[in-house]
């Protein structure tokens, strides 16, 4: 099957509630690659790559996020697959 990347952002209570490690884990336990970061402006970015079925479970549980946050809003994007990548991250 053909792989997809998907960019988006987080807004909401997002950071300082384990936003970027739950969806660390999320997303590998979905075996997808790619990364999540912190922005200076208080939301959290990332770029998800996989399946198209296990980047949209990502994606609808970036919607809710782990128990403590509180998500506003998402916004994202198709963009272009990334050759090689093999793990999801956390970016400091």
Same mark, same amino acid.
């Given at each position: 099957?053909?792989? @997809? %990347? @998907?960019?988006? /952002? @987080? $807004?909401?209570?997002?950071?300082? /509630?384990?936003? %970027?490690?739950? *969806?660390?884990? #999320?997303?590998?336990?979905? +075996?997808?690659?790619?990364?999540? %970061?912190? %922005?200076?402006? +208080?939301?959290? !970015? *990332? !770029? @998800?790559? +996989? #399946? #198209? *079925? !296990?980047? &949209? &479970? ?11 946050? *509180? /998500? $506003? ?9 990334? #050759? +090689? !990548? ?7």
């Amino acid at each position: 099957m053909a792989l @997809i %990347r @998907i960019h988006a /952002v @987080i $807004s909401g209570r997002v950071q300082g /509630v384990y936003f %970027r490690a739950s *969806t660390v884990d #999320e997303a590998r336990k979905l +075996g997808l690659c790619g990364w999540v %970061r912190n %922005r200076n402006d +208080g939301k959290v !970015e *990332t !770029e @998800i790559q +996989g #399946e #198209e *079925t !296990e980047v &949209r &479970r990502l994606l609808n549980w970036l919607h809710k996020g782990p128990p403590m946050s *509180t /998500v $506003s809003g998402v916004i994202s994007h198709s963009i272009a697959p990334v #050759e +090689g !990548e093999r793990k999801f991250v956390m970016h400091y």
